[in-house]
């Protein structure tokens, strides 16, 4: 029997319950791999994902703002929270995040180059 608290189980439960496009039922899977210890480095950007895709869009912000501290090297959650707010008309907080994905290199995705052309950055 697999334990209930098992982090890893958690963990890969979450995941699959994002790719099934159930981000409600992700988030507690996730938290619950966060309380009991799990060692996946790309958790926090996980919990921002579904707490994004489920509508809190504060929420997500601040698991997104841990995973850009915890993932240094990942562009990943500068991208995610950067298009979210400024899809969001958050432009003010967008900007930090924008401005970094696109000095690590992003500043060609699509995603990206649409959020700088939503908020005014660059012009």
């Known amino acids: 029997a ?13 995941l699959a319950k994002i790719f099934k496009e159930l981000p409600g ?7 619950r791999a966060a309380e009991n210890g799990s060692r996946a480095v790309d958790l926090p950007l996980w919990l921002g994902i ?9 929420g997500a ?20 929270c950067g298009v979210m707010l400024a899809t969001a008309g958050r432009c003010g907080e967008a900007r930090t995040y924008l401005v970094n994905a696109a000095r690590r ?12 052309k939503r908020c005014g950055i660059g012009r």
Do not use: C, K
Not at 105 to 116: C, I, S, T
């Open 50 to 58: 579904a707490t994004e895709r489920s509508g809190d869009i504060d």
């Open 2 to 14: 697999v334990a209930p608290d098992d982090p890893n189980l958690n963990y890969l439960v979450g």
């Open 61 to 80: 912000l601040g698991h997104y703002a841990r995973a850009t501290r915890e993932m240094e090297g990942d562009l990943r959650p500068w991208v995610m």
């Open 105 to 116: 290199g992003a500043h060609a995705e699509p995603a990206v180059v649409a959020a700088f």
């Open 25 to 31: 039922d992700a988030v507690p899977h996730l938290q």
